[in-house]
């Protein structure tokens, strides 16, 4: 089956009632017939549902998607993308291992390193974005286990190079886990240039919509096993009704992946024109550093458009309080169209340096382009930027 059919068409065997679409299993524990066959289930010698924080038919339906849609063996689905990035880090680190992480990653899983990995003894060094392995070989350690990372990057769009950093890792016996929340699957597979463990916020385009929080860890069957060993003793499992909605979501997510990134595409190109606009990124225009990577590890640029107004601090303001249609929110990957300040909001706690490191300059504004026409998407972004 081609992508788009199996995310429509996996899913648990149908009921007795012959339902169409798939059920949800909103319960917190499943029973047994018998004494016999739940000694049996319990010690692992037959199959079978026990209580919801271990498995659960929704749940198990969106985690088989997942895999089958990234090209891994397995995948778990966890209540949030930050317990799946935790659950990524903690199935396979113990003290004093180091990890190497990029230093463009989500604001929370910067915070989460930095104030309680570290407390459990895991080490770190971060990597600059702009570095290339070779110069990166100097940060290994004997104790070096993981190289974490997130392509393309929240919010500056960088593109690392999958295939290369993935035969780095291999020759230093290291672990690759990527962040693949802005691409999807249906853009990029890192597991097919070698990553090991890949990890989603399905918060953002895989529910697509706005409505629920989950997350996902996808990967080989002995490294989910250890994933699923986390979840179902720390619990931060995934709701049957959140899987449910993600499930369901996935069987729309190509169309709506090609939507999106059709309209970023188009107003990445229209807004290089601007007169208020210094500079526009998107991973698929010429002008990014990193396009000839981002077309041959991506079939499409994803939906996130950049721009950095000349204007900087005071013209980023002036611009949201101009939007009338854009909504001004945390969230990304949404039908909505989305539009944020990152220096003033999600990257306000950094040094100006440690922003601009990222690509954060003070005039970036982040836009994830939605799914409203294009002429009104478009329309609302140049009539805020003229009255700046
Ligand atoms: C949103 C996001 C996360 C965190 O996901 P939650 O579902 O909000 O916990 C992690 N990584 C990236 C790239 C994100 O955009």
């Known amino acids: 089956m081609k992508f788009e059919t199996k995310a429509i068409r996996l899913q648990t065997s149908q009921t007795k009632h012959r339902e169409h679409s798939t059920p949800i299993f909103p319960t917190s524990s499943f029973t047994f017939e018998t004494a016999e066959q739940m000694r049996d289930v319990f010690a692992g010698e037959e199959d079978g549902n026990i209580y919801s924080r271990f498995t659960n038919p929704t749940v ?42 990029s230093r463009a990653v989500f604001g929370s899983t910067y915070k989460m390193m930095e104030n309680y990995l ?42 690392y190079d999958l295939q ?71 619990g931060p499992s995934l709701s049957p009704f959140n899987a449910w909605v993600l ?44 396009s000839d990577i981002a077309r041959r590890q991506m079939s499409q640029g994803g939906a996130i458009v950049t721009f950095d107004l000349k204007g900087g601090v005071d013209a980023g303001r002036i611009f949201l309080n101009n939007l009338k249609m854009l909504s001004l929110t945390a969230n990304l990957g949404d039908t909505r169209s989305i539009a944020s300040h990152p220096s003033s909001t999600t990257h306000r706690k950094l040094t100006e340096n440690e922003r601009l490191s990222l690509g954060i300059t003070p005039g970036l504004i982040r836009i994830s382009v939605g799914l409203e026409h294009l002429d009104d998407i478009s329309g609302d972004i140049i009539q805020a930027l003229t009255n700046i």
């Open 247 to 290: 499930t369901k979501s996935l069987e729309t997510l190509a169309v709506r992946m090609d939507r999106h990134c059709a309209n970023a595409y188009q107003l990445a190109t229209m807004l290089q024109g601007q007169e208020k606009i210094k500079k526009v990124n998107y991973p698929f225009l010429e002008s990014h550093a990193q």
């Open 60 to 101: 198990r339906e969106f985690e088989m998607k997942m895999a089958a849609l990234e090209g891994t063996e397995d995948a778990i689905a966890t209540a949030s993308g930050m317990s799946a990035i935790f659950a990524s880090f903690v199935a396979f680190l113990k003290k004093g291992d180091h990890l190497l992480i």
């Open 164 to 234: 290369n950093i993935s035969r780095w890792c291999k020759k230093h016996d290291l672990m690759l886990n990527v962040d693949n929340c802005f691409a999807t699957p249906y853009l990029q597979r890192p597991a097919a240039f070698g990553a090991d463990i890949v990890c989603h916020s399905a918060t953002k385009f895989i529910d697509g919509q706005g409505r629920v929080l989950g997350g996902v860890v996808c990967g080989s069957a002995e490294n989910m096993e250890k994933v699923f060993n986390f979840v179902r003793s720390a």
């Open 118 to 159: 570290s407390g459990f003894g895991i080490e770190y060094t971060f990597l600059t974005p702009d570095q290339g392995v070779d110069e990166w070989t100097d940060a290994i350690r004997p104790n070096t286990k993981m190289v974490y990372l997130e392509t393309p990057s929240n919010p500056g769009l960088h593109i």
